[in-house]
């Protein structure tokens, strides 16, 4: 029987040329593409992107992603929101009778659609199989549908479908590994993967908040890197302890952070989405399209563009390999007069070019210009007090000393000793909010140097670069 149902599922591959797949680097600190060039996860969260895009909005929304210098698009097959039941653009859903052997093949060329757009432009897709909820009852509309036998089988449908694609599997979504049972479809949907693909992807976990894959999993002989959420709970949380965390466990696996918190998300957001127990919700608080206009409703505010910068290059400081941002409409891809999962500001399409979502390009552009595979987390370079709020200051030093970054994020000022600098500096300020270099000077390599920003206080984030003046490196200028 379960040949028989293999055999049917392979006869709706479509025909896929070959193209390039990414692998662990041989010191396993971080990914790179198959002719071994280092690669940078500069992710975007589109959970809901398969389910409710059309194609036209689908590429729309690609397009704007690869212009902004993203490199990898999350999204989910069997979606979150009644991704069994609701149909996508096309009236089609997923499975058959929810019957995980049962896949539709005109909802599996949407998602062929979507990934070969993706391809056209570069882009590689992080692609979870099926969101936690199919797999473990934990909170979530279901209904689970997982078992070992079925999971193998989905996995290897799917893994032979897009064996060929730029594809990285993420199981998981948003869960934890509750026991034994599920932890045993996870590893049955893996292995199914690996038959179905030869093993030609790279397989990763997400979790739940505040909670990383290697906790439950990093032994699993399916787990390529780590992923971790650090969540939605406050301003500046200290993401970089799961960098800390993880440069320790062995054997060692890059890790990445798969969702810090999101653009335009309410802080602790999950206070708000039982309407019925939460405070009344005054009358002008939404419009007639239900977009939120007024912030205050909201005791601890909205997590804004400042705040996705610092979690950035404080997860890059830390030895992360890679980092997704998100926008809280586009993770749901949130209409205009439709229904919120989380209180949105805007409508996806607005969302696309928030300033937060803007200022991602320069983060992939520093880490090109100062390649982010040589860094090493180095806090002894940070003198003097070095809090875990919004003072808190992240260094890494390239591993063979031609340069160091060092992170201010609300433009305080930075005592750095230099002293492992060993030719001295060249110094500079990087504006992370528009990509502009200005150059400090050249210093010796003194044991204690004051660094003051230019500007300082909430919104205003420096990082500072300090080369080696032999190294010969790419002028910030440019």
């Known amino acids: 029987m379960k040949n028989r149902i293999s055999v049917s599922l392979l006869l709706l591959l479509p025909l896929f040329t070959i193209s390039q797949t990414l692998k662990v680097s041989s010191n396993n600190s971080y990914l790179e593409t198959a002719d071994g060039k280092p690669f940078l996860w500069m992710g975007d969260t589109a959970w809901e992107l398969f389910h409710k895009l059309n194609r036209e909005d689908a590429a729309m929304y690609l397009e704007n992603r690869s212009e902004k210098g993203f490199t990898v698009i999350q999204a989910v097959v069997l979606a979150e929101q009644d991704g069994l039941r609701k149909p996508n653009a096309y009236n089609e859903i997923p499975l058959f009778e929810n019957d995980p052997t049962r896949p539709n093949e005109k909802y599996f060329e949407h998602v062929d659609f979507i990934v070969n757009e993706a391809e056209k432009l570069g882009l590689v897709v992080g692609m979870l199989p099926t969101w936690g909820d199919k797999v473990t009852p934990a909170h979530g509309g279901g209904p689970v549908v997982f078992n070992k036998k079925n999971a193998f089988v989905y996995g290897e449908f799917l893994g032979n479908r897009y064996k060929n694609k730029p594809v990285v599997w993420i199981l998981g979504g948003d869960r934890d590994v509750a026991n034994d049972k599920e932890k045993e479809v996870w590893r049955a949907m893996a292995n199914g993967l ?8 790279l397989i990763s976990y997400h979790p739940r908040g505040a909670q990383s894959s290697h906790e439950k999993l990093h032994h699993e002989a399916w787990l390529d890197f780590n992923m971790y959420q650090s969540g939605h709970s406050n301003k500046y949380s200290d993401v970089y302890r799961f960098g800390e965390m993880l440069l320790e466990v062995k054997p060692r696996k890059p890790f990445v952070e798969a969702e810090p918190a999101y653009e335009d998300i309410p802080v602790e957001f999950w206070k708000y989405l039982d309407w019925n127990n939460s405070p009344p919700v005054p009358e002008n608080v939404l419009n007639k399209d239900l977009i939120i206009t007024k912030k205050e409703y909201f005791e601890q505010g909205f997590f804004d563009d400042h705040d996705v910068r610092v979690f950035a290059y404080w997860n890059f400081l830390s030895g992360a390999c890679g980092y997704t941002y998100g926008n809280n409409a586009v993770w749901q891809m949130f209409e205009k007069g439709g229904d919120m999962a989380i209180p949105c500001l805007t409508d996806w399409r607005d969302a696309l070019n928030r300033p937060g979502a803007e200022s991602m390009r320069f983060v992939r552009k520093i880490f090109e210009h100062r390649p982010f ?28 000393k031609s340069f160091m970054l060092v992170f201010a994020s609300v433009g305080q000022k930075l005592n750095i000793n230099l002293s492992e600098m060993e030719n001295g500096v060249v110094a500079w300020w990087y504006n992370p909010r528009n990509g502009k270099a200005t150059k400090i000077g050249k210093m010796k390599n003194e044991s204690n140097y004051q660094f003051v920003p230019p500007t300082s206080g909430r919104g205003n984030d420096w990082l500072l670069v300090l080369d080696d003046p032999k190294a010969k490196l790419e002028s910030l200028k440019k």
Do not use: C, E, F, Y
């Open 194 to 201: 690996k038959a179905g693909d030869g093993g030609n992807h």
């Open 373 to 400: 595979h040589l860094l090493i987390p180095n806090q002894t370079a940070v003198l003097g007090n070095n809090p875990r709020d919004s003072l808190h200051v992240r260094a890494a030093l390239a591993s063979d």
